[in-house]
């Protein structure tokens, strides 16, 4: 939703885009920089976009436990082709290959950067 109706349109660059889906949304969970950049020492999370493939979204071709989708029957332009989590591919152009109790807690400090950036912000 995201690519096609922000990148698509022109409201978001493809850099913004990512920003708001990965690196910043790591800074705002104080994850980053193991999450959210590609650098040394970071997990190898990645994702093959393709800016040009479309699909409809519906809640039947979900892996969730949930019947139903906000978005159901909608259209969109850019696609999620390849996902690597922890360097392992778990999502192959459609086929989910991801393995259950494979993720592991990360432990975080309270109040990070992002946090005390808003509280100046706010005060």
């Known amino acids: 939703m995201l690519w096609h109706y922000g990148v698509n349109s022109g409201k978001l660059t493809p850099n913004e885009f990512v920003a708001v889906t990965s690196t910043n949304a790591a800074r705002i969970f104080n994850l980053y920089p193991r999450k959210g950049a590609i650098e040394v020492g970071a ?19 979900h892996h969730q436990n949930v019947d139903y989708n906000v978005f159901e029957g909608r259209t969109v332009k850019g696609i999620a082709r390849r996902t690597i989590a922890n360097g392992k591919l778990v999502w192959n152009d459609g086929e989910l290959h991801a393995e259950r109790g494979a993720g ?11 946090f005390e950036a808003n509280a100046k912000r706010s005060a």
Not at 43 to 61: C, E, F, G, Q
Not at 104 to 114: E, H, I, K
């Open 43 to 61: 997990d190898a999370d990645l994702v093959l976009w393709d800016a040009s493939a479309s699909r409809t979204i519906s809640a039947k071709t």
């Open 104 to 114: 592991r807690y990360l432990s975080r400090p309270l109040r990070g950067d992002y």
